[in-house]
């Protein structure tokens, strides 16, 4: 215990420790040590791994500083290594119970039930991993950035999905002893992509190759973060919902710069199109002659991305599903609002399966399918960023609709993994598949025309040919301000 323990006040961000937090390290030495020694292999990480490049840049980030919803965090220029990499739980609510499963009605767990530790560990893991992941995945974007502002906000989203980091292998450290510290240096070991230690789940370890699967990545994959750690934060094991709690504050952006960065490029291909006088999205040639982005490509592109990401939902039926629920440690999206017993003893929901062939609704128990629950939770939120996309076409008076595909599309989990279908979900015999595939998935062509569009666009205020401008700026700045600032060489 050190001098300043004195100080520390419940829920209140300390910053007097080498790790900011809200958590009292300053009087849990054993937490503190662990994460202080864990804090050096971080750093080796995030120079390696982290953004290749611009760790001497100053970076206009916003640092959470509070868990005030209406003043969390502070904006300024900071150099990356040098972000506040903190342990931020969302406050603590006495009275907060276990809501659904076996143990409802209990009082919330402020610690591992022992039945419970391995589950819990593995679900902690899991969350854990991803946010390394991504950021190995995009860490050579920075030099190809279209414009000061979305470089900003990737490196934004990185420092974030660092400390997200931080937060589980805090749980690991504080809650699992030394198994939690082995599973908290396994996180800097594996590697995205790596052949030998690859990341634990499928589309974390894919390339991230331009800037539009970037935005496609923070629109639908950080979505399926933002359900993860929805269903996370019902969990009876209270320092884990505190955890997703707060997390979710920041996820909130990534979304937004998904989504707004997808919408600025379809936005920009319909307005040169316009300009143009060209009419027909399907012109691709002479779409690309304009040099920006040609819609098909875009919508072979989001089925991408969606596709890998409801493989992240896990199977549609899961016992594993069923066992977290059972056992209060992973809720449903919205548990406490949903109008039911929250045991799901007798409840069916509607699974879809291959029956004779064709993609057929099954009734199957509830309990199994939260799985699948929670995946058609996540593709109702990614239908309303569609919608909002297709209206920017649509006040540009291009006959072109964004779509997702189906379900049954390039799936490699659950029940369509290894049939083939068409993007609205037709079944396609293998040979088919591969002469057809590149009608629904980016093909050489499309990834050579979008990564020859990929060229740096770093003055103040200027935005690459292929994407608009953003409608407004980050804290409010000013169109020509300088969101990074690059040392010259
Ligand atoms: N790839 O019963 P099943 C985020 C495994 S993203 C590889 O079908 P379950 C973020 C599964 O582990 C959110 N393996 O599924 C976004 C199991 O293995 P074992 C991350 C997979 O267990 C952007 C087996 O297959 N958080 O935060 O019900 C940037 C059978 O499993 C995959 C979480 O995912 C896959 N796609 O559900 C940064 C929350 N899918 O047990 C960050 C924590 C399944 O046979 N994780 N498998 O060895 C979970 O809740 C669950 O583990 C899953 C799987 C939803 C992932």
């Not at 903190?86 to 209990?106: M, P, Q, Y």
Request: one cysteine or more.
């Amino acid at each position: 215990m050190t001098n300043s323990s004195a100080a520390y006040v419940e829920g209140v961000v300390d910053y007097s420790t080498k790790i900011p937090n809200n958590v009292g390290l300053v009087n849990d030495a054993r937490v503190l040590k662990a994460l202080e020694q864990w804090h050096p292999g971080y750093i080796d990480w995030w120079m390696t791994m982290g953004p290749d490049g611009f760790q001497t840049s100053e970076v206009y980030l916003r640092t959470a500083v509070s868990i005030d919803p209406k003043g969390w965090a502070q904006f300024d220029y900071v150099k990356m290594p040098e972000y506040r990499w903190g342990v931020l739980l969302a406050t603590k609510d006495e009275e907060r119970l276990v809501n659904f499963g076996a143990s409802k009605g209990e009082k919330a767990w402020q610690d591992v039930p022992g039945e419970h530790r391995a589950a819990l560990r593995r679900l902690i893991v899991i969350q854990g991993d991803t946010e390394p992941a991504s950021v190995e995945q995009q860490r050579h974007l920075g030099k190809t950035a279209p414009s000061l502002y979305d470089m900003r906000n990737l490196f934004q989203v990185n420092v974030e999905e660092g400390r997200h980091l931080w937060a589980m292998v805090y749980l690991l450290h504080k809650y699992f002893g030394r198994d939690g510290r082995e599973e908290a240096e396994g996180l800097l070991q594996r590697r995205s992509g790596d052949h030998d230690k690859p990341r634990m789940l499928g589309a974390f370890n894919e390339a991230t190759p331009d800037w539009l699967s970037f935005f496609m990545f923070t629109f639908f994959t950080d979505r399926d973060g933002k359900m993860q750690l929805e269903s996370l934060a019902q969990s009876g094991f209270d320092p884990l919902s505190r955890t997703c709690r707060f997390m979710l504050t920041e996820e909130a952006h990534h979304m937004f710069v998904g989504e707004t960065g997808v919408g600025r490029v379809v936005e920009r291909t319909c307005e040169a199109m316009k300009a143009a006088g060209v009419g027909d999205p399907y012109d691709i040639e002479r779409v690309r002659r304009l040099g920006v982005i040609d819609l098909p490509t875009i919508q072979k592109k989001a089925n991408f991305h969606y596709s890998l990401s409801l493989d992240l939902f896990g199977s549609e039926v899961s016992t594993n599903a069923a066992n977290y629920y059972n056992a209060g440690l992973k809720g449903r999206f919205m548990e406490t609002k949903i109008d039911d017993d929250h045991l799901l003893s007798n409840a069916k929901y509607p699974v879809f399966k291959l029956v004779d062939g064709q993609p057929k609704l099954v009734a199957e128990p509830a309990l199994s399918a939260i799985n699948m629950r929670l995946r058609d939770d996540y593709s109702k939120d990614c239908q309303g960023g569609i919608g909002r996309w297709n209206k920017i076409i649509e006040k540009a008076g291009i006959k072109f609709e964004l779509k997702l595909p189906s379900v049954a599309f390039h799936r490699g989990v659950g029940e369509f993994a290894g049939v083939e279908t068409t993007s609205d979900g037709t079944i396609l015999s293998n040979d088919e598949w591969l002469r057809r595939r590149g009608e629904f998935l980016p093909n050489e062509d499309d990834g050579a025309f979008i990564a020859s569009l990929m060229k740096p666009c770093w003055e103040k205020g200027k935005y690459a040919h292929w994407i608009a401008p953003p409608k407004v700026g980050i804290d409010n700045k000013p169109g020509d301000f300088e969101y990074v600032r690059i040392p010259r060489a």
